[in-house]
């Protein structure tokens, strides 16, 4: 008996340290994975949530993460807070074209904010979706990083884009992204829930 019982607990116990470092500070979803932690501008970022996008239901289009400074699941506070904000977007298609990704960011960021930002950001939008300008294909990358006093600066396969340092249109950037009209999926998935 003394020996099945023994036996039992040494099974469990190498059975957690064989799961541990393969779960340990990551995050993984649509075979994706994301640090639970990172080291952005000199501040450490956690994982706030990830979220993801399908079309037609099943084509598997992104998955995104964002990390934050001070992480919470309200909106808002993402929309608004002046502190670091880092978003990681993997692409899982080929189906991206650099047509379609700045058709469709025109079209979101301008569908999930007031009409009065929009008009006023109007160029930066347009400046913004000009630096999609490569398809994308599984394993690629884009990278949006927000710093106080700086900006939003894109990260586009690897490559920096450029910094549009208006507060506001990075406020319309997270709205488009966590706000009451973005997208279900990548909504809920990077307010945690």
Not at 2 to 11: D, I
Not at 38 to 65: D, H, S
Not at 127 to 148: E, I, N, R
């Amino acid at each position: 008996m003394l020996r099945a019982v023994l036996t039992a607990v040494l099974a469990v116990a190498i059975m957690g340290l064989a799961l541990t470092p393969a779960t340990a500070g990551e995050v993984e979803v649509l075979g994706v994975k994301f640090a639970t932690e990172k080291e952005v501008a000199g501040r450490i970022l956690k994982l706030n949530g990830v979220g993801y996008r399908k079309a037609f239901g099943f084509i598997k289009v992104y998955v995104v993460g964002l990390y934050l400074e001070n992480p919470t699941g309200d909106p808002e506070e993402i929309i608004n807070s002046e502190q670091v904000k880092h978003m990681v977007t993997h692409y899982l298609t080929g189906k991206a074209t650099a047509k379609k990704l700045k058709a469709g960011f025109i079209e979101e960021i301008t569908g999930c904010n007031p009409p009065e930002q929009v008009a006023r950001q109007k160029a930066n939008i347009d400046l913004y979706a000009s630096w999609l300008d490569k398809d994308m294909k599984p394993g690629l990358t884009s990278v949006s990083t927000y710093v106080p006093g700086k900006g939003l600066t894109l990260e586009y396969q690897g490559q920096i884009k450029g910094t549009i340092a208006d507060p506001e249109f990075a406020r319309m950037y997270y709205r488009y992204n966590v706000g009451p009209k973005a997208r279900k999926t990548v909504r809920q998935g990077l307010l945690g829930k």
